[in-house]
């Protein structure tokens, strides 16, 4: 299974973005997630779902202002990011798994910066 995100780019603070990440076939694992990388910084996870659609988590500094979706026919997940800030800044990553906060399958990530 190969994943390929988009949709990253610069932003200002409070804007917002939406990532996606096409997978090349339907991953039959259970957990689908976002995990992102700040330059100097240890890999942060963002948040998983499960391929039903139910939220399985989010970190505390996205709580309210990310969410995670996915298009079953479209073997697409999303990222959808409001209110965007500055430490919000990194690589964002989406991931497949079949255990929650481990992951089998791995996109090349792309670049998000927010402006302040």
């Known amino acids: 299974v190969q994943l390929v995100e988009s949709g990253g780019g610069l932003v200002q603070a409070g804007g917002s973005l939406r990532l996606s990440c096409a997978a090349s076939?339907?991953?039959?694992?259970?957990?689908l997630g976002w995990l992102r990388q700040a330059p100097g910084k240890v890999r942060e996870r963002v948040g998983d779902i499960t391929w039903s659609g139910s939220p399985v988590y989010y970190a505390d500094s996205v709580k309210g202002r990310f969410t995670i979706s996915r298009d079953i026919p479209k073997n697409t997940l999303y990222l959808q990011m409001n209110d965007l800030k500055p430490e919000d800044t990194a690589i964002y990553y989406c991931a497949l798994g079949h255990k929650v906060g481990q992951y089998d399958y791995w996109g090349q990530g792309t670049q998000v910066t927010v402006s302040s």
């Open positions: 076939e339907r991953a039959f694992t259970t957990y």
